[in-house]
């Protein structure tokens, strides 16, 4: 008896994961993306629309039919259509009373409208449930599947209830809900989408300004001054020689300028004797963008390494061998070997070698499918200390290729020093500071202000 009773039950349709009706306002490309992702993953849909003839557009598990009717079979409807036609949601007001309406809409530029598209919609129907959801997921990115595209999804409502529920249909697209809290988030969940690269502009704007000023630079060195003094011609050098002059230097400078704000940031707790206080706005935005910095400096790394690479195949390289050999062949004479330069060639190599492996374990690390599997002490561990032994590394290796450049007179162009002199200010700097900051009369009070110590309370915003 036992037996047949859990066989009926196995063969028993699972009614407790039978998941709820969701009405569909609007059939554009959004609208039937969703709707067939819905369905796929097990949500019965309907769609309102102003025509009820159903298309081969239209997923054809879906219903079609009036807004009215539509509105009537699902608690939840999603509006997937623009704010200018959210007129026709007035008559049907008294039917959409205490349901759960899901603005997914966005605007063509940011704060288009005095009030979010969401708050607008509030107003259109007073008695529903308005959450905003979706705004930041495109149609492609629900058509070619989520993997391929960014999982995360901002809500955020007045009902928690119905922001619940609708953080539970995320979950069930296999997207990631992120409560951005009440209905006055809407905007800023609406300008999200129309940001472009909000995070990369500074690292963006201060590449290309270093880049401008570094190529001109080197241009008059290694073009200018040539042509000028000497009647030669070393134009083609922009090709090859001075981009893999430039990257290696905008590369170092930018991961300098990574570390940076953190000793900064320890300079001014020190100084307040807290951890209470707000840093400056133009620190805090630094900090922010920090892993954008790192990232465009390790692209710009990566660039070096293949300019070095294909050095031996130029033909400006291969004259200049085949000319020395001649020479030495024609006077009898060979240069002997020198073990000391030996050693410097070989130490700058490895140096590079070494701190370009860290500089890619640093990159790897930043990103979040990896990040996130690892726990803080491990992240902090590769992205701050092995992050100061990639800038140790990375600058000890411009010291030992340029390092007697110093010294030399003949370096000093116009008056004006190699630009790989140029590129170890911003590093000696943070290394400097970093090291005095790792002394115990330093280290010890700063540990424990960040711990929580205040030197006079009293004073703390």
Not at 117 to 139: I, M, R
Not at 154 to 166: H, I, N, P, T, W
Not at 189 to 211: A, D, H, R, T, V
Not at 237 to 257: G, H, K, M, T, V
Request: with cysteine; glycine share 4%; proline share 5%.
């Amino acid at each position: 008896m036992n037996k047949n009773s859990s066989n009926i039950m196995a063969l028993a349709p699972n009614t407790f994961n039978k998941k709820e009706t969701v009405c569909l306002f609007g059939t554009g490309d959004f609208g039937r993306a969703l709707g067939q992702k819905m369905i796929q993953s097990g949500y019965p849909i309907v769609y309102g629309s102003r025509s009820t003839q159903t298309s081969s557009l239209i997923p054809k598990d879906a219903q079609v039919m009036s807004h009215a009717e539509a509105a009537q079979k699902a608690s939840i409807i999603i509006i997937a259509i623009q704010r200018q036609h959210y007129n026709f949601l007035t008559p049907l007001a008294e039917i959409l009373h205490g349901k759960i309406l899901v603005d997914v809409s966005n605007n063509l530029k940011i704060n288009q409208y005095p009030e979010s598209n969401a708050e607008y919609l509030a107003q259109l129907v007073p008695g529903a449930k308005v959450v905003k959801a979706f705004n930041t997921v495109s149609a492609w990115a629900l058509q070619s599947g989520t993997l391929d595209a960014s999982r995360q999804v901002f809500v955020c409502g007045d009902d928690m209830e119905a922001k619940q529920r609708v953080m539970d249909i995320v979950r069930a697209l296999g997207l990631t809900p992120l409560d951005k809290g009440s209905l006055l988030a809407a905007q800023e969940i609406e300008n999200y989408p129309l940001q472009l690269f909000p995070m990369w502009k500074f690292p963006i704007l201060l590449s290309l300004g270093l880049i401008t000023f570094f190529f001109f630079y080197c241009l008059t060195r290694r073009v200018i001054y040539p042509y000028v003094y000497e009647n030669q011609d070393f134009s083609f050098s922009i090709a090859i020689s001075i981009p893999n002059q430039i990257c290696p230097i905008l590369a170092l400078i930018l991961l300098s300028l990574v570390y940076l704000p953190g000793v900064l940031a320890a300079i001014i707790q020190l100084y307040r004797g807290t951890k209470y206080r707000r840093f400056p706005d133009w620190l805090d935005k630094w900090m922010l963008c920090r892993k954008q910095l790192g990232l465009v400096a390790l692209a710009f790394a990566s660039l070096h390494v293949l300019y070095t690479l294909i050095i031996p195949i130029r033909y400006f390289v291969r004259w200049k061998i085949s000319s020395r050999i001649i020479s030495q062949a024609l006077s009898n004479k060979t240069e002997p070997f020198s073990n000391t330069n030996a050693w410097i060639s070989d130490s700058y190599v490895a140096l590079g070698i070494l701190g370009f492996f860290l500089f890619i374990l640093l990159g790897i690390t930043s990103l979040p499918s990896v990040s996130n599997n690892v726990n803080w002490r491990e992240f902090r561990f590769v992205q701050s200390k092995l992050g100061y032994l990639t800038l140790i590394l990375c600058t000890a290796h411009t010291l030992v290729y340029g390092g007697k450049q110093f010294l030399s007179p003949s370096s000093y162009i116009w008056y004006l020093p190699s630009a790989y002199m140029l590129s170890l200010i911003i590093p000696c700097i943070v290394l400097v500071i970093k090291f005095l900051l790792v002394f115990p009369c330093l280290d010890k009070p700063l540990t424990q202000i960040r711990q929580g110590w205040e030197r006079n309370p009293e004073y703390s915003e």
